[in-house]
């Protein structure tokens, strides 16, 4: 089992940016592809990035691409989402995700993640 814990999130104003992290503790962190969603209110929860195992690979929804950066630091225990330019749109709960696939897997699918955090706020204001 993983435990994830999100932080990082806030208040910013459109345009501005905000670094998000999620600390894992529990088994190998390694053996984690990881995931962020995020969830306005009424709506459903939506895929914003995922990242393989190792970090080689990563993958973004649409909406997000080219202004959102994620990474891991396996050493660390971390990933973390680096977000640019953000529209007041981009407010929401933000959640991380975690699942042992093999190598070289990454997902948009939240059911195929097991394991969550329990997610962090992030407000952008026009």
């Known amino acids: 089992q993983v435990q994830l814990v999100e932080s990082g999130g806030g208040l910013v104003q459109a345009g501005g940016s905000l670094r998000l992290s999620c600390a894992a503790s529990g088994r190998t962190f390694s053996s984690y592809a990881m995931g962020w969603f995020r969830q306005a209110p009424g709506k459903e929860r939506e895929f914003v990035a995922a990242?393989?195992?190792?970090?080689?690979?990563?993958y973004y929804g649409d909406s997000v691409k080219g202004r959102f950066t994620i990474s891991r630091d396996n050493a660390k225990n971390t990933v973390s989402l680096q977000m640019n330019s953000l529209k007041p749109e981009d407010t929401a709960v933000y959640y991380c995700a975690a699942d042992g696939k093999p190598p070289g897997w990454v997902g948009s699918n939240q059911g195929d993640y097991d394991y969550w955090g329990q997610g962090t706020q992030v407000t952008v204001s026009s």
């Open positions: 990242i393989s195992r190792s970090g080689g690979i990563t």
